[in-house]
């Protein structure tokens, strides 16, 4: 796999284009499985993870045939219903088959699921919402078996202890379309990839009601067809490439974005000190002072998301003076302070906060992404830190960046990809 090599300095500019939001396009392919007829997505990334959904859907009889940003899915064999471990256990969005194989094949065995290693991660509020409308459920050696021979609408709650689940309310919702009846989803997450998987079964042929809002309400069962459907922008990788215009002291003009998906991280940058504009379908950061010291907490849409908690960090070590860092949705996920350390950042984390002191420069170092968010935080680092910066681990950084060197490449950073010697 190799390691990304980073020569820190200079400041980012120029414009750059993101891709679909791999966290839409993943919940959206799963949902396939419910139509009798083709779908046809626009916008889908070339990432890690959708190559893995894509086996894990053709191990499910789905013929999933892909060329540029485009892919066409199309149940060619409606009886497989396993969910392999070896596929699963890569990826935590692997588990949003279970809804539509149990509402379209009558069954399903999913293995429990992987993913980041960012902390607890349950599945709890998915079986509670599958099984409040009929499904029997179990988990046997690792899998969670389901059978339901019929679904019937159901009245339920998905808040969890940090708030609400995206994929439970993927799952509960690409279920319940073929529910009898009325089923009512309150604390329903509202984060704008599941309003785009909404979107998407309403264009199957769904009706769901209140998408966007803690409350869904949605009237089954739909007759289904198949649709065409353009996924939308990658709101994180758009402020990822933001984050770092803003940790070089850059100027960049990212395109293909919505900005209204990007509220509380522009209100953020602009916060830090930067200059923000946006049009209808971009967004623009620049300005060279040292960033002002701020407190970031992660939370639920429309918060600042988890998926940029550690990018953030990596901006505020640089940042003058000192800011506090949480993460209200997963309260331990700092794997990569230790590795913003070796590259001189100054973080103690007490009592679950990341207390950051800013530092006038890092150095740079030999570091590990242990997780995909992390590797993005380190290559941000990287970019600011004086010397060269090695980041290994770029496996998990390609699960959900697409050609991110090449797209820092292209604002000006000296950033390659070294194949394993
Ligand atoms: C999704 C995203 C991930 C993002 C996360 C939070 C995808 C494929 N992944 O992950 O990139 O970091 O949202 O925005 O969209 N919880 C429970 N019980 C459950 C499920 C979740 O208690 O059954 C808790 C979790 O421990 C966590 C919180 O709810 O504290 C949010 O998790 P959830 O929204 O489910 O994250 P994912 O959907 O796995």
Redesign the pocket.
């Known amino acids: 796999m190799g390691h990304l090599e980073i020569l820190g300095g200079p400041a980012l500019s120029g414009t750059v284009r993101v891709g679909g939001a791999k ?1 839409a396009a ?2 959206i392919m799963a949902a396939a499985l419910l139509a009798p007829q083709p779908v046809e997505l626009r916008g889908v990334p070339r990432l890690g993870d959708v190559d893995t959904l894509s086996r894990l859907l053709e191990s499910l009889g789905v013929r999933v045939s892909r060329q540029d940003d485009r892919a066409r899915l199309e149940t060619v064999d409606p009886t497989p219903v396993k969910a392999d471990y070896e596929l699963v256990r890569r990826m ?2 692997s588990f949003c088959v279970l809804g539509p194989l149990l509402a379209r094949r009558g069954s399903a065995v999913v293995a429990l699921p992987g ?1 980041c290693a960012i902390g ?7 079986l509670s919402g599958l099984r409040a409308l009929g499904a029997e459920l179990t988990t046997e050696h690792g899998y969670v078996v389901a059978r339901a021979p019929r679904l019937v609408g159901a009245t339920m709650d998905l808040t ?9 309310t993927a799952n509960v919702m690409s279920a319940a379309v073929l529910a009898e009846g009325l089923t009512t989803v309150a604390g329903a ?1 509202v ?1 704008p ?1 599941v309003v785009d998987l909404g979107r998407f079964l309403v264009a199957l042929g769904a009706k769901i009601e209140g998408l966007g809002t803690p409350t869904l309400r949605i009237h089954g069962p739909a007759t289904l067809g198949g649709a065409a459907h353009a996924i939308i922008p990658d709101r994180i990788e758009a402020a990822t490439l933001l984050l770092a215009a803003a940790i070089t002291g850059g100027d960049v003009r990212v395109e293909g974005v919505r900005p209204e998906h990007l509220g509380k991280v522009l209100a953020v940058l602009k916060a830090i000190g930067r200059r923000v504009e946006t049009g209808s379908n971009w967004a623009r950061v620049r300005g060279g002072d040292r960033p002002k010291a701020i407190d970031v907490t992660a939370r ?1 849409y429309p918060g600042v ?3 940029l908690q550690a990018q953030w960090m990596a901006v505020l070590s640089l940042a003058d003076g000192r800011g506090v860092v949480r993460d209200m ?2 309260p331990g996920r700092f794997m990569h302070v230790a590795e913003l350390k070796r590259l001189g950042a100054r973080i103690e984390v007490v009592n679950g906060a990341a207390h950051v002191t800013g530092v006038e420069r890092l150095g740079g170092a030999d570091v590990a992404a242990t997780d995909l968010r992390a590797g993005a935080a380190l290559a941000l680092a990287g970019l600011a830190a004086h010397g060269r910066t090695n980041v290994f681990g770029l496996e998990h950084l390609d699960r959900g960046y697409e050609r991110l060197d090449e797209k820092l490449a292209a604002l000006g950073a000296r950033v390659r990809r070294v194949p394993l010697a």
């Not at 607890?120 to 998915?126: A, E, G, I, K, W």
């Not at 969890?160 to 439970?168: F, I, W």
């Open positions: 966290n993943l919940p935590r969005a993913g607890d991660r349950p599945v709890d509020l998915h969890g202890p940090r708030g609400p689940s995206v994929t439970a997450a984060e990839e639920p998301p988890s998926d949705v997963f």
